[in-house]
């Protein structure tokens, strides 16, 4: 049925998992400004501020408390049982998809787990958090390096391997993510253009929501791997479908 599919995931995949989203209540914006943290800026003014920000998330990810769920477990099955093309673009830095097994994944904001040396752009595989012992092995002076993650104003990375898969998808679908950050809201536009058929994963419905052909509402845990299913079956989404979903 369908041939290629992109799938867009953002915090709310992984809010089941332990993790705070950034802009719902009791998320990442309440306690810290974004000037501050998420922005080149808020960097230069304060590294250690801003890196202590990323390393209390490091830490989390690496407690042993925090798994992937039924929804990232869904996509890497998807990967595994669909017989046409699938990319998926996480605006999540955590690994909670290659956790699950996901492989055919871009990380558009970057990767929590990776230092990224300033002047090359070389990234790093962090074994602790982030500190003034990590230096990059690609340049005389070593440089420090930064958090590879992708801050206000800076532009995202992959963005060419995602235009093309959604200039050619039939099939895009956004999970846990609010629409309101850019050029990843704007996914949805273009596949619209380009004629596929669009779905949306949300407890409430986000920014973007009049530009989704379908909408499903609940959690990811719950209503991604039904669509899965649907999709490994050969069902296309449909109305009828989608008042099932909410129903
Ligand atoms: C559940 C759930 C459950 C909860 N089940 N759902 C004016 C107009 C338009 C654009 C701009 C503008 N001024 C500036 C811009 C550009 C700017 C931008 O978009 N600003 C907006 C604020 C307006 N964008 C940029 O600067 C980007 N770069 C850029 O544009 O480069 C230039 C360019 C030019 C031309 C083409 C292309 C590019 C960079 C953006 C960088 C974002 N960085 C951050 C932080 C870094 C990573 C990190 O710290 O983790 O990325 S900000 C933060 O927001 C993070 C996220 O990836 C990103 C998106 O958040 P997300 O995932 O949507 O989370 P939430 O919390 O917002 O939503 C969670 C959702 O889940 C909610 O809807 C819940 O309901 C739902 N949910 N539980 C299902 N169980």
């Not at 074994?127 to 995202?156: K, N, S, Y």
């Not at 052909?213 to 845990?221: P, R, T, V």
Request: charged residues 25%.
């Amino acid at each position: 049925m369908y041939r290629q599919i992109v799938v867009l995931t953002g915090a709310g995949i992984s809010a089941e998992s332990g993790l705070r989203t950034f802009r719902d209540q009791d998320g990442l914006w309440e306690e810290h400004l974004i000037e501050d943290v998420a922005t080149p800026e808020g960097y230069a003014r304060d590294p250690q501020l801003v890196e202590r920000f990323y390393n209390e998330r490091w830490r989390q990810l690496h407690n042993g408390d925090v798994e992937p769920n039924l929804a990232h477990v869904a996509l890497a099955k998807l990967e595994q049982e669909f017989e046409g093309e699938l990319l998926i673009v996480t605006q999540n830095i955590d690994d909670l998809h290659e956790r699950a097994g996901s492989r055919r994944l871009l990380h558009m904001h970057g990767e929590l787990s990776k230092g990224r040396c300033p002047r090359s752009r070389q990234t790093f595989l962090l074994r602790d958090p982030l500190g003034e012992h990590h230096t990059c092995t690609c340049c005389i002076p070593a440089q420090r390096l930064r958090p590879h993650v992708v801050w206000f104003g800076e532009m995202p990375i992959g963005l060419d391997r995602v235009q093309h898969a959604l200039d050619t998808c039939d099939l895009f679908i956004a999970i846990g993510t609010s629409g309101s950050v850019y050029p990843a809201a704007g996914f949805v536009d273009t596949a619209n253009h380009h004629g596929a058929q669009t779905v949306e994963v949300n407890i409430v419905p986000p920014d973007n929501d009049s530009q989704f052909q379908y909408h499903l509402q609940g959690k990811a845990s719950s209503l991604v791997p039904y669509l899965v299913d649907r999709i490994l079956n050969d069902e296309v989404i449909s109305d009828q479908y989608d008042t099932e979903m909410t129903a």
